[in-house]
């Protein structure tokens, strides 16, 4: 029935979230994540081209799938993208994740066009599959969006055919619109690390239904000692204020009746980051993080997702002995 939660039987999957990197840190970590267990190893874009270092992270990443979480789309045209996409999927399992990232990223980073961000984003992945399904199927290029014209390939610019071609694209975003396209178009959606279960539970899984999956990276402070644990826990504390900031976040401060939103945008603006830190407050890291010992951090993880999340990941990228992952890895799987 409309509006209830759907309940996910298990998380199936549990993906590494790279930190910032170029190619040749990107294919160690892909060979440890491998070898530790991990389903997934996801890059994201900010420092560094994603496709570029899972490109490397390819050549040694055997079973594990691989996804951008997420690529910015409109710094791409479409043709581009389909191709980097299409390459990876070609040699790996590959997940395509988009992302519209805003305005004045997209205009004054990437001279790039912005407008309607949702209808472009619903133009722009129905050209990447048109152009994948030519490639595939053969036939002639004829995709005529509001935003995106495609009409030219010739087969010696076509890569032709892979054996897997059904590359699951992914989306991420957080406002309503952004949810209701990924439920009609999307195989998959990425929920942002600013979250609750409240959050979830009300707002993410109603509004997407049972036809993407649904993955996300959860904030965490873990380590093998409490004093390990008080430093990461300062570490996610900043990371919350950040996140808190942000005028687009705030549906997760206002569904919790948090009104420290202003406060912590007007002290970012004058780059006050310690006195942010100390707004947020122990309910606030609480419900957004998972704070735990490394022995007990699996268990907190599932018992916490388990039924609202297909896949599963941890940030920030926490530095942990492979051992450490292991035990994590099995506890989640249960």
Do not use: C
């Amino acid at each position: 029935m409309e509006g209830e939660v759907p309940v996910r039987s298990s998380i199936v999957k549990i993906d590494f979230y790279a930190p910032p990197l170029g190619p040749r840190d990107a294919a160690r970590l892909a060979s440890v994540a491998r070898d530790v267990g991990f389903d997934g190893f996801l890059v994201s874009e900010t420092s560094h081209d994603p496709f570029v270092s899972l490109g490397a992270a390819a050549q040694v990443s055997g079973a594990l799938e691989l996804g951008t979480a997420i690529a910015v789309a409109f710094a791409r045209s479409p043709m581009v993208t389909a191709m980097a996409a299409w390459d990876l999927a070609a040699s790996t399992s590959f997940m395509l994740g988009l992302g519209t990232q805003i305005s004045a990223h997209i205009r004054g980073r990437f001279s790039a066009e912005w407008s309607e961000p949702i209808e472009r984003m619903r133009d722009y992945v129905a050209s990447v599959r048109d152009i994948w399904d030519v490639w595939q199927h053969g036939g002639r290029m004829n995709h005529r969006g509001r935003f995106y014209r495609v009409t030219l390939m010739t087969p010696f610019f076509s890569p032709g055919p892979i054996s897997n071609p059904t590359v699951p694209v992914w989306l991420a975003g957080v406002g309503p619109r952004s949810l209701a396209l990924a439920a009609e178009i999307a195989d998959g959606f990425h929920v942002h690390p600013f979250h609750t279960v409240p959050y979830l539970d009300d707002v993410v899984l109603p509004a997407l239904g049972d036809r993407p999956q649904v993955a996300s990276s959860v904030l965490v402070a873990t380590g093998n000692s409490s004093s390990e644990i008080q430093d990461a826990t300062r570490l996610v504390r900043s990371q919350i204020a950040f996140y808190a900031s942000t005028p687009a976040y705030r549906r997760v401060l206002k569904l919790h009746g948090w009104d420290m939103g202003p406060a912590l945008t007007s002290l970012s603006k004058r780059g006050e980051w310690d006195a942010m830190t100390e707004l947020v407050t122990d309910e606030m890291v609480d419900a957004v993080a998972v704070v735990a010992p490394v022995d007990e951090l699996g268990a907190r993880l599932r018992a916490r997702y388990e039924g609202r999340l297909d896949r599963i990941g941890v940030y920030p990228a926490v530095s942990l002995r492979q051992s450490d992952w292991s035990r994590i890895i099995d506890a989640i799987r249960g």
